[in-house]
């Protein structure tokens, strides 16, 4: 397995080549210039004029300030469409700017900038879920998990496999991109097969795929945690739960599965021909894969067994009609305890069998060890902290002013008159997240700044959070495979280079590219269909409709 640290030293080196033109005889290096290398170069040239995105925010919690003022100054306001006497509504009916460029403003922000940060609901709910998903992952059971999927799968099930894993693997972010991507390519190449079509295809489960597994992760509270606020601008009292898009995101796992296999073999490998192996840039004899030892396969075995007791347990405290976890009140599932602790029952689920793996394997004996990967998981966690901080600010600076509430009422007005409050309008939205994801590809940061906007739209036209959330992350995930400003799409390209030395970003887009269609176009279909067709709900308690 190839180590980390020369991953590092092959992206300097791969991106340091990145902008040269590919081999003049390679056809589908040809077939990567023209309208391609146009595409690319607007791509960087709009990404590379966007800040950091935390300068990002910075700017825009500035610019609210300026603009709240100057739409006080002008009167702006909106009649606030929410019935007579529901909680939130101004008595007179009128919603107006309250300016922060005022000294009562500057009071507010003062007072209020620690709260804002340590009140911002993501920040806590990802970090408890990342404690626990760190000691899966340190203990090295997630990415034995993925190696044992993969590499134990017969010939005709690889392709469908290494897709499937990839998929799951963004559980915990890294996996995927620094185990599973290589290793794709390595196991391509042992079956004679091209490995840039394997690392292709693992690029296109753990990036295209992003939002879509069979198990909650630490990306669901984060959106939720997002989604909230933005719901709270037109109802107070909304909540969206991290498992909000549990449903649909499960069966979404075998669609980009079977998707993204059919790609592979019908589309890219065909495309990519036979490989040459004289275009590799290191010896690819050396290019052995570690298969599971027994001791791994042990520990697989028993943190299994122990998953299996934990979710016993935890069926206990939900399943009967007596359950502790459930509403005490009501008895019923919805608004339980279980539902609103979900993100504790993702730190069990993944913290218990990690340290059982760890136990049978040698790699974590003591809870010393378990302390040790926790704080590893936080210590990489600073950027993300930082970036919250002023994402925190925006949204609360955004719902003081009453911007984003004035500015959903004229939005859904226009959408309204235009005769846009059908489903159809989901198409538009998602079309628009996947524009904006070439340029600002952190899932965080991008619905940081939409979701004050769209979700409150779009409620007053009638959909619920929830159905918003789950058109949001179709658009978030399926343009990561062609865009540059992704944060690992340098390392895919290092890993590329190995076997073919002159690869370059226009021939790893082109390659990509037909993921990314059809994974837009399957995603949107089973969505309307799933949706719209069949009724059914994104998530558990998730409505379809928002109803005030």
Request: aromatic fraction near 10%; glycine fraction near 10%; hydrophobic fraction near 50%.
């Amino acid at each position: 397995m190839i180590p980390y640290r020369q991953f590092l030293d092959l992206r300097t080196k791969a991106m340091s080549n990145a902008v040269k033109t590919p081999a003049q005889g390679d056809d589908s290096s040809q077939q990567s210039k023209g309208w391609f290398n146009r595409f690319l170069a607007t791509v960087e040239f709009l990404g590379n004029m966007l800040p950091h995105p935390i300068t990002l925010f910075a700017m825009f919690c500035v610019a609210i300030v300026v603009f709240s003022g100057i739409a006080d100054w002008f009167g702006l306001s909106a009649i606030d469409p929410r019935p007579v006497g529901s909680a939130g509504r101004d008595p007179d009916g009128v919603i107006e700017v309250v300016s922060l460029l005022s000294a009562e403003g500057l009071q507010k922000i003062v007072t209020g900038l620690v709260t804002n940060f340590t009140g911002f609901a993501p920040l806590g709910t990802v970090l408890v879920a990342l404690l626990g998903v760190s000691v899966a992952e340190h203990s090295g059971m997630l990415s034995a998990a993925m190696r044992g999927m993969v590499m134990g799968a017969s010939k005709r099930l690889v392709t469908f496999m290494v897709v499937f894993a990839a998929i799951l693997s963004n559980t915990a972010s890294e996996l995927g991109y620094v185990v599973l991507i290589p290793l794709a390519a390595m196991i391509f190449h042992s079956l004679g097969r091209h490995p840039l079509a394997g690392l292709a295809a693992a690029f296109a489960g753990v990036s295209g795929g992003y939002s879509a597994n069979l198990l909650l992760g630490t990306i669901d509270p984060l959106l939720a945690g997002i989604t909230t606020p933005a719901a709270q601008m037109i109802d107070p009292n909304y909540q969206v739960g991290p498992e909000a898009n549990w449903y649909f995101m499960m069966i979404s796992v075998f669609l980009i599965a079977i998707v993204g296999t059919l790609v592979t073999e019908k589309i890219v490998e065909p495309r990519l021909g036979k490989y040459n192996p004289d275009e590799a840039s290191i010896d690819l004899n050396d290019n052995n894969i570690q298969h599971l030892s027994d001791k791994e396969r042990s520990g697989l075995k028993w943190a299994g067994v122990s998953l299996l007791v934990v979710s016993a347990l935890l069926a206990l405290t939900i399943v009967p009609e007596n359950g502790i976890l459930r509403h005490p009140e009501t008895g019923a599932v919805a608004g339980s305890p279980f539902l609103k602790g979900i993100v504790v029952f993702i730190f069990v689920t993944f913290a218990i069998p990690g340290f059982v793996y760890g136990r049978v394997v040698g790699t974590m004996k003591n809870d010393r060890d378990v302390i040790d990967a926790m704080s590893k998981s936080m210590s990489s966690m600073g950027m993300y902290i930082v970036l919250v901080f002023f994402a925190a600010q925006f949204v609360a600076f955004f719902k003081w002013t009453n911007l984003g509430t004035i500015l959903a009422i004229n939005g859904a007005a226009l959408l309204q008159t235009l005769s846009l409050t059908g489903p159809e309008v989901f198409v538009l939205f998602i079309l628009m997240c996947a524009m904006v994801n070439l340029t600002l590809g952190s899932s965080s940061a991008q619905w940081a700044v939409t979701a004050p906007i769209f979700v409150p739209i779009l409620m007053l036209i009638g959909y619920a959070p929830e159905t918003i959330q789950a058109a949001y992350r179709i658009g978030d995930s399926v343009t990561n495979l062609i865009t540059p400003m992704m944060s690992y799409f340098g390392l895919i390209l290092a890993v590329a280079t190995k076997y073919k030395k002159d690869m370059g970003i226009g021939t790893l887009v082109a390659t990509m590219l037909p993921y990314s269609m059809f994974f837009l176009i399957g995603w949107v279909a089973l969505f309307y269909i799933w949706v719209f067709g069949f009724g059914f709900p994104v998530g558990p308690n998730s409505p379809i409709y928002y109803t005030p």
